[in-house]
């Protein structure tokens, strides 16, 4: 039976040690193991192993080494555990082993789905300017069930995703002031769908922000529009000409009153 020969420290990992034994040719490296796991099975020079105890020992330091992963994994910030489950699967651990480390990680309570998913929407809602909608998905795609999903949702009230879409059309409307006020409010829509609001919300933020403008500066918006689109028809036919520039600016949400006056004044000049 294969007897342990010598334990040493190694150099650049102090909590790991490693066993040198003698199989019945002289002695040998044989494995590497934890502290805890040294401690634990009582490795010490002279102790006969076995095969069965051999493959215990290695389990359990396989244990310990993902464990200690997953620690240094979650030492960085909150993880859910299916990010942690994906970590040490991505740095092939076996699924035994994990689910073993996962248990442990309860235990120590260094797993938490329900307080991942509050802190996790807490952040959002104060970081960024993303929907219920949006975080909602984000939850998902990091494993939390849809009851802690919407449990956690709680944390963020409707006023505040509603500031928070209000002060989005803002600083969009002013982005988007060379466009009709019709375009400006699909756009508006659009973005606000995509950050994920809901139609409640994105309403009630559009009528919030104002949208319509004077006439002027919906002329001067045409005129910018038009001024691009006449690069691409100016050298049409006449009637072509106004057909093309009165479809591409109808499109870009202009009335047919303020195209006709301005294709009007165009004539003028």
């Known amino acids: 039976m294969?007897?342990?020969?010598?334990?040493?420290?190694?150099?650049?990992?102090?909590?790991?040690?490693n066993i040198y034994m003698d199989y019945g040719k002289g002695e040998e490296y044989a494995f590497s193991v934890d502290e805890d796991v040294l401690i634990k099975h009582q490795l010490k020079k002279g102790l006969e192993l076995d095969e069965f105890a051999l493959s215990e020992i290695g389990y359990k330091d396989d244990i310990r080494k993902a464990y200690n992963t997953a620690i240094q994994y979650l030492s960085r910030r909150m993880r859910?555990?299916?990010?942690?489950?994906?970590?040490?699967?991505e740095k092939e651990v076996e699924e035994p082993v994990i689910q073993e480390?996962?248990?442990?990680?309860?235990?120590?309570?260094?797993?938490?789905?329900?307080?991942?998913?509050?802190?996790?929407?807490?952040?959002?809602?104060n970081t960024?300017?993303?929907?219920?909608?949006?975080?909602?998905?984000?939850?998902?795609?990091?494993?939390?069930?849809?009851k802690l999903i919407e449990e956690a949702l709680e944390e963020y009230p409707m006023e505040i995703e509603l500031d928070t879409a209000i002060k989005l059309c803002g600083k969009q409307a002013q982005k988007l002031s060379r466009d009709s006020s019709k375009i400006i409010k699909q756009k508006l829509e659009q973005m606000l769908m995509r950050k994920g609001f809901n139609f409640e919300i994105i309403q009630a933020a559009?009528?919030?922000?104002?949208?319509?403008?004077?006439?002027?500066?919906?002329m001067a918006a045409l005129k910018f529009q038009a001024e691009k689109a006449k690069r691409k028809y100016v050298k049409l036919p006449k009637f072509e000409y106004k057909q093309k520039m009165k479809q591409t600016l109808f499109?870009?949400?202009?009335?047919?009153?303020?195209?006709a006056q301005y294709l009007n004044e165009e004539e003028d000049i």
Request: aromatic share 8%.
């Open 251 to 259: 499109r870009k949400g202009f009335s047919f009153d303020l195209i």
């Open 80 to 89: 859910s555990e299916t990010e942690v489950r994906k970590h040490l699967a």
């Open 101 to 125: 480390v996962i248990h442990k990680l309860y235990d120590y309570k260094f797993l938490n789905d329900e307080e991942f998913a509050k802190a996790f929407v807490r952040t959002q809602m």
């Open 206 to 218: 559009i009528a919030e922000t104002e949208l319509e403008k004077e006439e002027d500066e919906e």
């Open 2 to 17: 294969p007897i342990i020969t010598k334990i040493t420290v190694q150099k650049k990992k102090t909590d790991r040690y």
């Open 128 to 146: 960024s300017d993303k929907g219920k909608g949006l975080i909602r998905n984000e939850l998902r795609e990091k494993g939390i069930s849809s």
